[in-house]
Structures are given as structure tokens and as C-alpha cells.
């Protein structure tokens, strides 16, 4: 207590911060200053434009959430400084355990990808075999030996060795398996982060399939087997939600300021909150609401996304458009139709939902190589 009476406050080595975004929506992040270091962490939380109640309710729930994590942090650090460690009887749980247990969880839930997170449980027990490997035992030697274990020795089914891209799906999941464990407390922490970019596995950059603007115009003058289709993938192209977002999309979720619609939504993905400023080629295509509930599906009876794809090839072939299309070359396509236009990359990266803007930066590549094309035209015009 201090000579005059008073109690010191003691200040907190954890603050709440927030960062305005171009959308209107503000990104919470974690200003953290101990031993006159100071780092932050960016918590890929958000806190939107309060429009309604609903938003306003979801702001509390972000907030509340945020202050969880402030509050975990603190406790860290000051177990940190006092020489002890997270850790619990809980590592000793064997990998195999955690495995088929986070996967039946994630199936309970309608986890999307489910199926791949399965598969790679069977590939994580045929990798350890009759080992009994514990929760504990796993380090970075062990994901690196795993890894090189995947580029050497797995082979498919039909003896044919992982493509680059299929190896780093089954690591991407596996150490989502283990950021999991890490917040159960029963890993201190998940070692795949600790990798150099030498150790982990390269993949080739894939190419985005996209439509141009004129092949949107053709595709909207033809017609399409299953209208729904039609309307759920051409408002895709002008606001670039995913499937499974356009699927959970409902009435509640669009609201109107002024003449601007708008779209707040939970990116399945990622579980990244947006608010989507909606144009009004995209409301166009967004179907007739008639007396359907707040809670009612907006594209509701749309079928399953391997028929989807099926109705979309036998479109774009009557549209007389010869490259392979699915339902996420929308999501593509908006990105580089805003690129195109003259949109920046922060912003188009904020309307994607992208966490990084690196991977907006792909479609940027795309644009880059479309203007050479249209700049070395004036070769064959003068030539």
C-alpha cells in the first residue's frame, strides 16, 4: 500500500484493443507489453456495425469471448514468470485416442470436411502402428519425421505416391487436430507451428479458374436446368460468399441501410464474422421472399454441391463456355471481377473474409497477367 493511503493499481500486462477496418466492422487484438517487449495478437475476431439486435447480442458474445481469451493470456504469463508450466495428466492420452475422439465430435457437429479429417485419423494410426504414442510425446521431430514419412513411404491405395497438395491437406488437418488439444489443455502447445518453411511442404500454386465479365453476361442470357442454381451461383459472383455460407444464409441475416442491403454473415470456413455490402446486380438474384419466417432459408431447397456442379457444367456448356466450372469459381470470380474494376487488395480481401491478405494477393497475380495480355495486343496490331 502506498505511504499516502492509497492502493496502487496495478497495471495489466494484457490490453483489449480494436482496429477500424474498411467495412465498418472494427478487429479485435491483444496489446500485450511484458519486460519492456511489447507484441500483439490479433484474434480474427470482429466487432460489426450494430444494425439491429441481433448484431448487437453477436457484439457481446465477440466481446465476451475476447475478454476469455485477455483473461487466459494473463493467467499464461503469470505462470510463465512463476516457472510453471500448463500442463496436466492429459498428455498422457495416446494420439490415436485424441484422434478418433476430436473426429467423432467434429462429426457430431456437421463439421465440413469431416470426411478428410477421418481419413487423416487412419493415416496418423497407420503412421504410429502398435506404437503407443502419447499426447506429450509429440514434438517438432516427431511432425517432421511424419511429414518426410508422408513424401517417402505412404502410398495410396492404388501405389501411387500423396500429391503436394494432398500432403498438405492431411497435415493441415492433423495439426488442426492438435490446436484443438492445445486449447483442452492436454498439449502445451501444437509443435506443426514451430516448423521452418524448409520443413514444411510445398505446394505448387494452383490455378484459380475463373469467369470473365463477359461470361457472366453469357451465362445469365442462357438458360439453366434448375433456376435455383442459377440465382444461388450468380449472387455468389457478385458478393463471393461460399457454398456452405450461401447455404446457411437466411432472411434474418440481410437488412437495409438506407438503399444499401447488406449481409452479415459467419464465414462457415472460418467462423470469421462479416458484414457484406451487397450491390444490386447481386440482390437481383436473390429469390422471392413470399411469407418465409427471419429464420427461413433465403435459397432455401437448394440441392447438394455435387449435383450443383453437375447442373453448372450442363449450363455452361449450353452457354457455349468451355472451361471447368464448379460452384467456387463464383467465389473467383468476384475476386478478380473486383480486382479488375479497380478495387484495392485490402478491401477485396476484406469482402472475401481472408484472414491474410497473401491469399488475395493470388487473384491479384491473375489480374497482373490479364493486363499483360491486353497490353502485348498492341503487338498484334502493329506487327
Not at 439486435?53 to 469471448?65: P, Y
Not at 504469463?77 to 496436466?88: E, F, P, Q, V
Request: aromatic share 10%; proline share 4%.
Amino acid at each position: 500500500m502506498a505511504a499516502n493511503g492509497k492502493k496502487t493499481k496495478l497495471k495489466e500486462p494484457v490490453k483489449v484493443r480494436t482496429k477500424k477496418l474498411a467495412d465498418g466492422s472494427e478487429s479485435y487484438y491483444l496489446d500485450i507489453y511484458v519486460d519492456g517487449k511489447r507484441q500483439y495478437e490479433f484474434l480474427k475476431l470482429y466487432r460489426l456495425p450494430e444494425i439491429n439486435a441481433r448484431v448487437k447480442e453477436q457484439n457481446r458474445a465477440t466481446l465476451a469471448a475476447v475478454e476469455t481469451i485477455k483473461s487466459k493470456r494473463i493467467i499464461e504469463l503469470t505462470n510463465n514468470k512463476a516457472g510453471l508450466k500448463n500442463t496436466s495428466g492429459r498428455s498422457k492420452m495416446l494420439l490415436s485416442d485424441w484422434m478418433r475422439t476430436f473426429y467423432e465430435e467434429q462429426k457430431r457437429r456437421g463439421v465440413r470436411g469431416v470426411k478428410l479429417l477421418g481419413t487423416v485419423s487412419n493415416l496418423v494410426s497407420t503412421y504410429i502402428g502398435k506404437n503407443k504414442v502419447r499426447m506429450g510425446d509429440i514434438d517438432k521431430n516427431f511432425c517432421v519425421a511424419f511429414i518426410r514419412w508422408l513424401q517417402s513411404e505412404y502410398k495410396t491405395t492404388w501405389g501411387n505416391p500423396l500429391s503436394p497438395k494432398s500432403m498438405s491437406d492431411y497435415v493441415g488437418y492433423f495439426s488442426t487436430a492438435l490446436n484443438a488439444a492445445v486449447r483442452a489443455d492436454i498439449i502445451p502447445e501444437n509443435p506443426f507451428m514451430s516448423l521452418t518453411p524448409t520443413e514444411r511442404i510445398k505446394v505448387p500454386e494452383s490455378k484459380r479458374e475463373f469467369l470473365t465479365v463477359d461470361e457472366i453476361k453469357t451465362l445469365i442470357a442462357t438458360e439453366c436446368p434448375r433456376e435455383d442454381v442459377k440465382r444461388a451461383y450468380l449472387f455468389a459472383c457478385y458478393c463471393g460468399l461460399r457454398l456452405s455460407d450461401i447455404y446457411a444464409l437466411r432472411w434474418r441475416d440481410l437488412s437495409k441501410d438506407g438503399e444499401q442491403w447488406r449481409a452479415s454473415v459467419v464465414m462457415q470456413k472460418t467462423t470469421t464474422p462479416i458484414f457484406l455490402p451487397l450491390s444490386s446486380q447481386a440482390m437481383k438474384w436473390i429469390p422471392e421472399r413470399g411469407d418465409a419466417p427471419d429464420d427461413g432459408k433465403v435459397f432455401d431447397g437448394l440441392i447438394a454441391e455435387p449435383n450443383i456442379n453437375k447442373v453448372l457444367a450442363k449450363w455452361v456448356k449450353a452457354a457455349g463456355i468451355t472451361k471447368k466450372i464448379t460452384y467456387h469459381t463464383s467465389r473467383h470470380s468476384f475476386a478478380t471481377m473486383m480486382l479488375t474494376l479497380g478495387a484495392d487488395l485490402y478491401t477485396t480481401s476484406k469482402l472475401l473474409g481472408h484472414s491474410n491478405v497473401k491469399t488475395t494477393q493470388i487473384y491479384a497475380k491473375i489480374v497482373d497477367s490479364k493486363k499483360v495480355e491486353a497490353v502485348n495486343l498492341v503487338d498484334g496490331v502493329f506487327d
